[in-house]
């Protein structure tokens, strides 16, 4: 397994492609033309949110030091100043920027010391977090593009994968073929493997976040790199495949560090996909503008989104 993946490391490897300084990665794919395509698909005007909420009934169960965001009022209905009739309320919230729907950016994972464009790892990461492909680089000028909802769930004909399940890039194609659709250049690939259900609509925090997960293989990434793809994600916790092979491997999350250290590719977690494909199983179009934008959080290792599909 460890021989495959550094046959797929090699060749999907993406350092240098926008220059020794580049810390995007593969959203340098979106150009005027991606955009324009993705507004050309906008017919009904009927708009979905892609996220979960943000609050304390989230799915994280505290598992890798990830909870669900707190939220605490700093100030309530307190006078704007003495005396006056005006008053206002603040807060603050407390939260992993990874506790809900969220991008991971290409400084959150690592291998052999060096992260996306050849970064020294001991250089470049600290307390203070990345000093090199942190998320900000994501969001400046930020994440929009023509979206492809690849539904692998529905072709299979279930509400949900099973535990385990590989997406292979054979399925990809045929959901490619059998929903009439292309990927181009600049696309955003929205995975649906129907496990965000066991959170959204079970309630079940525990089964969503552990254990067993369906997702993409590894070898999805040569798919990827092949489409010139500028980001993907899912609605599961990591975008790819959790299966006791993968995660007891020599490289546990293959397709992290295929995606992220070596592509360039972000990836993009716990979004909720389950109205957009509702929709896009009614009309047959399986295309449409994506609009998640990350926050500028200097230095983080990922930021929490509220993606919107406009059809």
């Known amino acids: 397994m460890i021989e495959e993946f ?14 020794e300084e580049d810390q995007r990665g593969t959203l340098n794919f ?8 993705g507004v050309a698909e906008v017919v009904s ?34 006078q704007v100043r003495p005396g006056s009739r005006s008053r206002y309320s603040d807060d603050v919230v407390h939260m992993p920027l990874q506790s809900a729907t969220q991008w991971d950016a290409l400084a959150h994972c690592h291998y052999d010391g060096l992260l996306y464009n050849g970064c020294k ?19 400046e000028p930020g994440i929009m593009s023509r979206a492809v909802l690849l539904d692998v769930a529905r072709y299979r004909q279930v509400d949900e994968l099973e535990p385990g399940y590989s997406i292979t890039v054979d399925e990809l194609n ?19 493997t129907g496990h ?17 997960q369906p997702g993409v293989a590894a070898a999805c990434a040569e798919w990827l790199h092949d489409k010139e793809v500028a980001a993907i994600a899912a609605d599961n916790l990591a975008v790819e495949v959790f299966s006791e092979e993968t995660f007891n491997s020599e490289m546990p999350l293959p397709f992290h560090q295929l995606a992220l250290r070596d592509m360039g590719c972000p990836l993009g977690e716990i979004f909720n996909l389950e109205g957009v494909a509702a929709e896009c199983e009614v009309d047959g179009r399986y295309a449409f503008l ?21 059809k």
């Open 30 to 37: 979106i150009k005027p033309e991606a955009l324009r395509r």
């Open 6 to 19: 550094e046959r797929l490391a090699a060749r999907v490897r993406n350092w240098g492609r926008w220059g």
């Open 45 to 78: 005007g009927k708009l979905f949110n892609l996220g979960i909420r943000f609050d304390a009934q989230g799915p994280q169960t505290g598992r890798g030091g990830r909870f669900n965001p707190k939220l605490y009022a700093s100030e309530i209905g307190k």
């Open 290 to 310: 994506l609009s998640a934008p990350a926050l500028a959080v200097t230095g983080a290792f990922g930021s929490p989104v509220n993606p919107l599909a406009l």
């Open 174 to 192: 045929a959901v490619c073929e059998k929903q009439n659709v292309t990927v181009e250049r600049g696309d955003i690939v929205l995975i649906r």
């Open 196 to 212: 965000i259900r066991h959170f959204t609509i079970r309630r079940d925090r525990e089964r969503f976040t552990n254990g067993l």
């Open 121 to 139: 790892a001991c250089d470049v990461l600290g307390a203070d977090g990345a000093a090199r492909n942190g998320v900000e680089n994501l969001a």
